[in-house]
């Protein structure tokens, strides 16, 4: 499970499964999640809010995330906005 994980957030710049990109969206607003390759997270632009990935697992625990300060390294060209369907 880990390595299926693991490889679907790496292919993220392809395209994640519809079903997957369905599920992963902000515990706590709710919207959908960027991918960071640079922090190697998921990120919560509505609510400026870092979610970790741990072995491949992304951390969606509200209590895990972390409060974005800064745009430093956090968002360009190392981000991967996960694909949305209408």
Same mark, same amino acid.
């Given at each position: 499970?880990?390595?299926?994980?693991?490889?679907?957030?790496? @292919?993220?710049?392809?395209?994640?499964?519809?079903?997957?990109?369905?599920?992963?969206?902000?515990?706590?607003?709710?919207? +959908?999640?960027?991918?960071?390759?640079?922090?190697?997270?998921?990120?919560?632009?509505?609510?400026?809010?870092?979610? +970790?990935?741990? %072995?491949?697992? +992304?951390?969606?625990? +509200?209590?895990? %995330?972390?409060?974005?300060?800064?745009?430093? *390294?956090?968002? *360009?060209?190392?981000?991967? @906005?996960?694909?949305?369907?209408?």
């Amino acid at each position: 499970m880990v390595r299926i994980s693991q490889s679907l957030l790496k @292919e993220a710049g392809s395209g994640l499964t519809k079903t997957l990109s369905e599920i992963l969206v902000c515990p706590l607003s709710k919207q +959908p999640l960027r991918y960071c390759e640079a922090s190697n997270s998921l990120i919560s632009d509505t609510i400026r809010v870092s979610f +970790p990935i741990r %072995g491949g697992v +992304p951390c969606l625990v +509200p209590k895990e %995330g972390t409060i974005i300060e800064t745009d430093d *390294g956090l968002k *360009g060209e190392d981000t991967v @906005e996960i694909p949305r369907e209408k």
